[in-house]
Protein backbone atom coordinates (compact mmCIF):
# COMPACT_ATOMS: atom_id res chain seq x y z
CA UNK A 1 0.00 0.00 0.00
CA UNK A 2 1.48 3.62 -1.03
CA UNK A 3 1.25 6.67 1.05
CA UNK A 4 -2.20 8.65 0.52
CA UNK A 5 -1.61 11.94 -1.15
CA UNK A 6 -3.22 14.83 0.21
CA UNK A 7 -4.36 18.49 -0.85
CA UNK A 8 -3.90 21.36 1.46
CA UNK A 9 -5.89 24.77 -0.08
CA UNK A 10 -4.84 27.92 2.04
CA UNK A 11 -7.07 30.51 2.00
CA UNK A 12 -6.78 34.34 2.24
CA UNK A 13 -2.71 35.02 2.89
CA UNK A 14 -1.73 37.89 1.84
CA UNK A 15 -0.16 39.14 -1.00
CA UNK A 16 2.74 40.44 0.18
CA UNK A 17 3.16 36.53 1.91
CA UNK A 18 2.65 35.18 -1.26
CA UNK A 19 5.38 37.28 -3.42
CA UNK A 20 7.82 36.51 -0.77
CA UNK A 21 7.36 33.00 -0.90
CA UNK A 22 7.50 32.95 -5.23
CA UNK A 23 10.70 34.85 -4.35
CA UNK A 24 12.01 32.02 -2.05
CA UNK A 25 10.65 29.48 -4.50
CA UNK A 26 12.77 31.14 -7.19
CA UNK A 27 15.88 31.30 -5.21
CA UNK A 28 16.14 27.91 -4.66
CA UNK A 29 15.26 27.29 -8.62
CA UNK A 30 11.55 25.54 -7.30
CA UNK A 31 8.02 25.59 -8.57
CA UNK A 32 6.30 27.92 -5.25
CA UNK A 33 4.67 24.16 -5.12
CA UNK A 34 7.42 22.42 -4.83
CA UNK A 35 8.85 24.89 -2.62
CA UNK A 36 6.22 24.70 0.05
CA UNK A 37 5.87 21.20 -0.06
CA UNK A 38 9.57 20.93 1.00
CA UNK A 39 8.88 23.95 4.03
CA UNK A 40 5.80 21.80 5.21
CA UNK A 41 6.84 18.31 4.95
CA UNK A 42 10.13 19.74 6.82
CA UNK A 43 8.39 21.52 9.23
CA UNK A 44 6.69 18.10 9.83
CA UNK A 45 9.36 16.29 10.05
CA UNK A 46 11.43 18.81 12.34
CA UNK A 47 9.15 21.02 14.28
CA UNK A 48 10.45 23.97 15.66
CA UNK A 49 13.68 23.11 15.48
CA UNK A 50 14.50 23.80 11.64
CA UNK A 51 13.04 27.10 12.29
CA UNK A 52 15.28 27.77 15.37
CA UNK A 53 18.01 26.33 13.11
CA UNK A 54 17.20 28.83 10.10
CA UNK A 55 17.17 32.03 12.60
CA UNK A 56 20.39 30.53 13.87
CA UNK A 57 21.89 30.86 10.36
CA UNK A 58 20.33 33.77 9.20
CA UNK A 59 21.29 35.59 12.84
CA UNK A 60 25.19 34.12 12.06
CA UNK A 61 25.20 36.08 8.42
CA UNK A 62 24.03 39.67 10.53
CA UNK A 63 27.01 41.77 10.82
CA UNK A 64 28.04 42.07 14.62
CA UNK A 65 27.08 45.32 14.91
CA UNK A 66 23.92 45.29 13.49
CA UNK A 67 23.07 42.62 16.48
CA UNK A 68 23.88 45.43 19.11
CA UNK A 69 22.86 48.78 17.59
CA UNK A 70 22.77 51.57 20.40
CA UNK A 71 19.07 52.68 18.77
CA UNK A 72 18.69 55.45 21.25
CA UNK A 73 22.78 56.62 20.47
CA UNK A 74 21.78 56.93 16.97
CA UNK A 75 18.53 58.83 17.16
CA UNK A 76 20.52 61.26 19.73
CA UNK A 77 23.12 61.47 16.70
CA UNK A 78 20.73 62.25 14.16
CA UNK A 79 18.77 65.20 16.11
CA UNK A 80 22.47 66.50 16.89
CA UNK A 81 23.20 66.39 13.44
CA UNK A 82 19.91 69.04 12.33
Given amino acids: MGAA???????????????ALKARARVQGL?????????????????????RDELARLRATTPAAGRHLDVAALIREDRDGR
Avoid: K, Y
Avoid at 31 to 51: M, P
Fill in 31 to 51: SLEQSLRDLLTDAARHGTSGL
Fill in 5 to 19: IAQVLIRQLDDQVVE
